[in-house]
């Protein structure tokens, strides 16, 4: 079954500090995996996406790393700020043959709440 | 830029009314979709519009109807409103095939069925 697994599923950090959050997925055949951040009471704006052969993007203070071998991924936030609360949503698109739509699958999110 | 406008904003339905969702998009994108959104749950899919005059189930479609009224617009209909069906609502839009595009997301409806 096709699965992405976030954690931690919430994250308390000051403000200035980095932290890191964390995707496995279980997903075949792998196309894509993106990260989102949506604010409370929006909706989710896509952060990075990126495909089997990239290893790591970077958005501004936002660095994801993909290892399809080991189907991980993680999001690094560096010198958070109060702006960074938010839920982090991991993605993963399966390839989806003989169609337009692509299977996303949908992590839960990991909650983040930088405190100043 | 208005992006992926979505309408109303909130509303409450007693079980068994009919309502109409409204999504609009402004970015001459081909594919639309309507999400919903629990707590504890990942965005499940409801229905997607590959281009305009198309249209396809996703992961839970029962209780819910599309229209792809032209290619702005998309809209989500709720026939014979449940409790269950309580949830927030999103649309999003894509250039084209999803798993080459990101997609917007508007900012949602949230609807409650007393």
């Known amino acids: 079954k096709n699965q992405v697994e976030q954690s931690p599923q919430s994250l308390i950090i000051l403000e200035g500090k980095n932290c890191t959050l964390q995707c496995n997925y279980t997903v075949s055949p792998f196309s894509n995996l993106r990260w989102y951040k949506q604010d409370t009471g929006r909706g989710p704006v896509s952060l990075t996406i990126m495909t089997f052969s990239e290893n790591t993007k970077s958005n501004g203070r936002y660095t994801a790393t993909l290892d399809a071998d080991t189907k991980q991924s993680s999001l690094h936030i560096t010198a958070s700020q109060l702006s960074d609360s938010a839920s982090y949503i991991c993605?993963?698109?399966?390839?989806?043959?003989?169609?337009?739509?692509?299977?996303?699958?949908f992590g839960k999110g990991t909650k983040l709440s930088v405190k100043p | 830029n208005a992006g992926v406008t979505q309408t109303p904003k909130f509303q409450v339905l007693k079980t068994g009314q009919s309502m109409t969702l409204q999504c609009a998009q402004d970015?001459?994108?081909?594919?639309m979709y309507w999400y919903r959104q629990d707590p504890g749950m990942g965005l499940r899919l409801i229905y997607y519009s590959a281009s305009e005059g198309t249209t396809d189930k996703g992961e839970v479609p029962n209780g819910y109807n599309v229209s792809r009224l032209n290619k702005r617009e998309f809209s989500l209909r709720l026939e014979s409103a449940a409790p269950s069906q309580t949830s927030v609502y999103f649309c999003?839009?894509?250039?084209?095939?999803?798993?080459?595009?990101?997609?917007?997301f508007g900012d949602g409806t949230r609807l409650s069925i007393l």
């Open positions: 993605v993963v698109s399966a390839r989806w043959y003989g169609g337009s739509q692509g299977n996303l699958i």
């Open positions: 970015m001459n994108h081909n594919s």
């Open positions: 999003a839009s894509s250039e084209g095939q999803i798993s080459n595009q990101p997609q917007h």
